[in-house]
């Protein structure tokens, strides 16, 4: 079950079950441009963990390595020029991934090509915003075999909306990793259950890379801009769990949403004292784990989703499945909306101080989403 549930197919663009584009031009603008007031940059960052050494290799020497790739609110010059949606696109269009295979009848209507060179809303190295003196951060993990790039509709979202949102790609667990010395790391495949360890591992150390990233000086990028006090926790598929489980193990995370993902039995047994929004696909329930929630926590149930409809998968053009566990009949920019309403009521809310109304039970605006709450 839970190979299953981790499963994140993004590798279907790399095992030739693309259509050929139908529409002239569809590639371009079917990423959902962001809403808030800010522009939206992005930057990356190589980070070893020389207290940790890598189990997912045979060499005792490594230690655990990740890139960090992370986005927030910018002021961008006129003349610059967006990101392509696809990470390191040459590397991915020619590096073979055949060992991973599908399992079911994925299919949208891009070529592997204009998928990856999709613009998005993201802008390299642009300066921070200077509206705020410092914005609130998100951590966030990805699915299994998945990368936090393919995750675009909700992150520049919600860096738009001010805040500063850090992804990690978890290396053997990404989909490739690619580091500044041409190295390349595919998925490889580990044991979930060491994976998760080491993915909320993963989320405390960047924590802790986040917090030098703050005391550098203020002509230094991120100098004093983190409100680290205000850290959030967002992750879908393997990655919400390693998002329960790193708020179990780091008290620095106030606030988290896991997005249709398993619940760990450690976080069952103990329970969890923050704020806590289960997103959950239809056919699915948290209501199990709300007994477990010391602090305020919600169990939404989304009508009509699909486990990749709380991805970017759901977006693509022409995209269709005959398995209804992967995507559902929701259409994909209604999807995304409705995603992003919440996320941004609940962070809003538990990290800015902005009480919001879609907190306080089911909504006529968002009658897809079944709300269920404790502790309030």
């Not at 990470?87 to 090509?113: G, N, Q, W």
């Not at 998005?120 to 699915?143: E, I, K, M, Q, W």
Request: with cysteine; hydrophobic share 45%; glycine share 8%.
């Amino acid at each position: 079950m839970l190979k299953r549930l981790f499963c994140a197919l993004w590798i279907v663009m790399l095992t030739g079950v693309l259509l050929p584009l139908p529409v002239a031009g569809q590639a371009s603008n079917w990423l959902p441009t962001p809403t808030g007031p800010y522009q939206v940059g992005t930057t990356s960052y190589h980070w070893v963990d020389e207290a940790r050494p890598e189990i997912f290799t045979k060499d005792p020497d490594d230690r655990r390595e990740l890139l960090v790739r992370v986005w927030y609110p910018a002021e961008v010059d006129v003349n610059a020029t967006p990101e392509p949606y696809g990470p390191h696109p040459d590397v991915i269009l020619s590096f073979p991934m055949t060992s991973i295979t599908l399992s079911a009848d994925i299919k949208f209507a891009l070529s592997a090509e204009e998928l990856v060179f999709t613009p998005t809303h993201s802008y390299r190295d642009a300066p921070v915003a200077g509206a705020a003196a410092s914005y609130p951060v998100l951590v966030f993990s990805h699915g299994w075999v998945a990368r936090p790039e393919f995750f675009a509709a909700q992150i520049e979202e919600l860096a738009s909306q001010g805040y500063i949102v850090v992804g990690i790609v978890h290396t053997h667990m990404a989909m490739l990793t690619v580091f500044p010395d041409g190295r390349i790391v595919p998925f490889s495949n580990p044991d979930p259950d060491l994976a998760l360890d080491v993915g909320a591992q993963d989320q405390s150390f960047v924590l802790d890379q986040l917090a030098l990233l703050n005391d550098a000086p203020p002509t230094e990028r991120f100098g004093g801009r983190l409100a680290l006090d205000h850290v959030g926790n967002f992750g879908q598929s393997w990655g919400a769990a390693v998002v329960l489980l790193a708020c179990l193990q780091d008290s620095r995370f106030v606030a988290a949403i896991p997005e249709d993902g398993p619940f760990p039995d450690a976080v069952a047994r103990e329970g969890l004292d923050l704020p806590v929004m289960f997103m959950k696909r239809d056919g699915a329930t948290a209501s199990v784990a709300l007994p477990s929630m010391h602090g305020p926590a919600y169990n939404l149930i989304f009508d009509g989703f699909g486990h990749m409809d709380f991805t970017d998968f759901t977006l693509y053009p022409g995209i269709s499945s005959s398995d209804p566990y992967l995507l559902g009949d929701v259409d994909g920019l209604r999807a995304a909306h409705v995603i992003n309403a919440y996320l941004l009521a609940f962070f809003d809310q538990y990290l800015k101080g902005d009480e919001s109304s879609l907190l306080n039970g089911p909504s006529s605006d968002y009658p897809e989403v079944g709300f269920e709450a404790r502790n309030l």
